[in-house]
């Protein structure tokens, strides 16, 4: 499995780079008023989907990042009580309970 994943990422940068390396022309920007920006097309391209990816993926990890702390708050104390009784149980306070 971890050979498929090593060939796909593989097969992905090897057409990124076919791609970019064809496609290396000026696109012109029309900015605001008069001023326009020459970029290379995979450069702007690469701009484009970080533009659109980054916010969501980052405001998930910190949601993800929320959560998780939320679920360790919440176990911590049912782990401590859980030991606590353990130790009240232990086979030599029951036998002399029992006696």
Same mark, same amino acid.
């Given at each position: 499995?971890?050979?498929?994943? +090593?060939?796909?990422?593989?097969?992905?940068?090897?057409?990124? *780079?076919?791609? *970019? +390396?064809? $496609?290396? $022309?000026?696109? +012109?920007? $029309?900015?605001w008023g008069s001023l326009q920006a020459d970029v290379k097309l995979p450069i702007m391209l690469m701009l484009t989907f970080l533009v659109g990816f980054l916010p969501p993926y980052l405001f998930l990890r910190g949601r993800i990042w929320?959560?998780?702390?939320?679920? *360790?708050?919440?176990e911590r104390p049912v782990s401590t009580t859980v030991s606590e009784k353990l130790t009240m149980l232990s086979p030599a306070s029951v036998r002399s309970k029992s006696s």
């Open positions: 499995m971890n050979f498929l994943k +090593t060939l796909f990422w593989v097969v992905v940068a090897v057409s990124l *780079a076919i791609f *970019a +390396t064809r $496609n290396w $022309n000026d696109v +012109t920007v $029309n900015l929320g959560l998780r702390r939320k679920l *360790a708050l919440a």
